[in-house]
């Protein structure tokens, strides 16, 4: 495809069950990047993978959260036992890296209200 | 820890008219890129402009020019001839070069463009 998607656009979750939003990637981009955006602010960075592997997972708020990207493109982002402050803009990026100066290209989002 | 500071929540200028938005960041590293992220209303962040650390001439992309000085650990962004379509929240963020190249973000800051 031409740029990243995400699917779906908008998730609406009762308190309690789990989620999965997925990514596509732009085909070739090896590094890929899950952020939260909370409404105003800037995101916050989750993870990144390096192909299929999960090279830092220091942004994921709790054990809740769990990402996988199991054949280096495609990746989903689960969130079990949902909060109300997981209510957020789940932003997925993809880059070439240091090749293209680190430049990510970003997908629309996945905004989940948990209820 | 690499922090990034957007002072400015809300700023608006007149159509065809300059606006500069203001990013100071805070790192001990020698090498790393900054970048400026703008986030439509639609919400797909895309690209402004990126700066390398290691160069002193300032990035220029068309209407858009930064202002970077290292020593102040301070990045404008300066916009030129401002348009309606230029209506949108702008982000500036931080990426180690010797990292993954995860984006650190600033807390952004809403530009309205007025007719």
């Known amino acids: 495809g031409a740029g990243v998607s995400q699917s779906p656009r908008y998730k609406v979750a009762k308190r309690g069950q789990d989620v999965a939003l997925r990514c596509d990637p732009i085909?070739?981009?090896?590094?890929l990047f899950w952020y939260q955006q909370a409404l105003g602010q800037g995101p916050e960075f989750l993870t990144y993978?390096?192909?299929?592997?999960?090279?830092?997972k220091s942004g994921l708020p709790s054990d809740r959260f769990f990402a996988e990207r199991p054949e280096g493109s495609v990746s989903t982002l689960k969130i079990q036992r949902t909060q109300q402050e997981d209510s957020a803009v789940y932003l997925c990026?993809?880059?070439?890296?240091?090749?293209?100066?680190?430049?990510?290209?970003f997908g629309p989002g996945t905004r989940l209200t948990v209820l | 820890a690499q922090t990034v500071t957007q002072s400015q929540p809300e700023m608006s200028v007149q159509e065809a008219e300059t606006v500069t938005l203001s990013c100071t960041y805070d790192?001990?590293?020698?090498?790393?890129?900054l970048f400026w992220y703008k986030q439509p209303p639609s919400r797909q962040m895309i690209l402004v402009i990126r700066?390398?650390?290691?160069?002193?001439q300032n990035a220029t992309e068309n209407r858009f020019s930064v202002n970077f000085q290292k020593a102040a650990k301070s990045f404008s962004l300066k916009i030129s001839d401002s348009q309606l379509g230029d209506t949108a929240m702008y982000f500036c963020?931080?990426?180690?070069?010797?990292?993954?190249?995860?984006?650190?973000f600033g807390q952004g800051t809403t530009l309205q463009v007025k007719p």
């Open positions: 700066q390398e650390a290691y160069k002193q």
């Open positions: 990026a993809s880059s070439l890296g240091r090749r293209r100066g680190y430049e990510q290209f």
């Open positions: 993978f390096q192909n299929e592997a999960q090279l830092d």
């Open positions: 085909s070739g981009h090896v590094s």
């Open positions: 963020a931080f990426a180690r070069s010797s990292n993954t190249g995860k984006l650190i």
């Open positions: 790192t001990s590293e020698n090498n790393y890129y």
